[in-house]
């Protein structure tokens, strides 16, 4: 309506009893141009339109295979019990920077060779009804309310971040709750009538080790990988301020990092280069979201560097301290956070050979391996319930 109006108040001026030649030739020169953006509008209108029917059709399709699903999945699964993850990454290009993502691809292949069949759906198949034995649904920062039409199916949460954005009725639709964190899962039994365990993250061991000796070689860099959030996170700032050689991968830092964007490597780096930056760094500085921090959530990132045989200066939690005493550094305000730092610059040897300790620790209790396992328990307990 915009354009129309001016294209309307130019033809009034032209038409005008004092219409000049100079006035008209402009004008046509201004409707020209009116024309053409109401042309290339249109272009863009038609495009759209075309986007959003192609995306009509592709959720047609993925619909039509839904009711396809079950009987497929049952062929498929051969007698195998059938488990669906659901994964609340999207399903595009855009799922490769999602750590859930990675983290339920590394649970599939534990669950596997333990004899399962699994299915990962990614966010826009969770409406599928796929005649599954065991739905686990990752939950982070997305809701999944089980569906029911399969009555012999058990639901199981793995609650393994933003526990503030769970409500006790929320944990109340599942069959068991599984919290990643010891504390809270105590906490949760006593507000909700549903089973409630407790399931820590854990690390993908076959990516995240020690790698040979000649490979864990360590740098001088200290590494942060992970986005702004939108906030200036204090580990960041306070390394910038310390002016350690620091080195950041993730994305939003260019408002935070004014004068520093130097630092940012890159706005995303893949899971599978993680490692080989773990193994080659001096430290990596680690922080949690808040309601993690409070609830003793302690988050993978944690497992994985200290898999590769890095030190970790980390914000702390009780349950964090209980976990790994020694081999993790922590802090809680700015003071303790450059006391970490000294012990990394005055007595790495020892720093990293506490952590190079840890090794056999978190692949005995901390692998998706170990989780693997504990899972396929806990619904042999439950499923006959």
């Not at 959720?59 to 497929?72: L, P, S, V, Y």
């Not at 993908?204 to 996170?233: C, M, V, W």
């Amino acid at each position: 309506m915009g354009v129309l109006n001016r294209v309307k108040g130019f033809l009034r001026r032209l038409l005008g009893e004092d219409s000049r030649y100079e006035e008209i030739q402009r004008g046509q020169r201004e409707i020209q141009k009116l024309l053409g953006e109401l042309q290339k509008s249109a272009k863009l209108q038609a495009k759209a339109i075309e986007e959003i029917k192609k995306q009509i059709d592709k959720e047609f399709g993925r619909r039509d295979e839904w009711g396809k699903a079950a009987a497929e999945t049952r062929r498929a699964a051969a007698g195998k019990q059938v488990w669906v993850i659901k994964c609340p990454a999207p399903e595009d290009e855009s799922k490769a920077r999602w750590g859930d993502y990675y983290y339920a691809i590394s649970l599939k292949r534990c669950l596997e060779g333990l004899g399962c069949h699994v299915i990962l759906d990614t966010r826009e198949d969770w409406g599928c009804e796929s005649g599954a034995d065991v739905v686990l649904v990752l939950r982070g920062c997305l809701f999944y309310r089980p569906d029911r039409r399969n009555e012999k199916c058990l639901y199981v949460m793995w609650n393994i971040s933003h526990p503030d954005m769970v409500m006790a009725e929320e944990y109340e639709l599942y069959d068991v709750v599984c919290v990643a964190s010891r504390r809270y899962a105590e906490e949760l039994k006593e507000k909700v009538s549903v089973p409630v365990l407790p399931l820590l993250q854990c690390t993908d061991t076959e990516l995240f080790h020690p790698g040979k000796e000649q490979e864990n070689t360590s740098g001088r860099d200290y590494i942060f990988i992970g986005n702004s959030r939108g906030i200036a996170r204090s580990c960041v700032m306070w390394a910038v301020e310390d002016r350690l050689p620091l080195k950041i991968w993730g994305s939003g830092w260019n408002k935070i990092l004014r004068g520093h964007m130097e630092l940012v490597q890159a706005p995303f780096i893949g899971n599978d280069e993680i490692p080989e930056l773990y193994r080659s760094a001096k430290a990596t500085l680690n922080d949690h979201w808040k309601d993690m921090l409070e609830h003793q959530f302690v988050n993978n990132r944690i497992f994985d560097a200290l898999a590769c045989g890095l030190p970790v200066i980390s914000d702390g939690s009780e349950e964090l301290k209980e976990i790994f005493p020694d081999a993790v550094l922590h802090y809680s305000n700015r003071e303790e956070f450059d006391a970490c730092v000294q012990q990394i610059e005055n007595d790495y040897d020892k720093v990293k050979q506490k952590v190079l300790e840890q090794w056999e620790l978190i692949r005995k209790e901390y692998s998706f391996e170990v989780r693997a396992r504990e899972l396929v328990e806990i619904v042999e307990k439950y499923r006959n319930r």
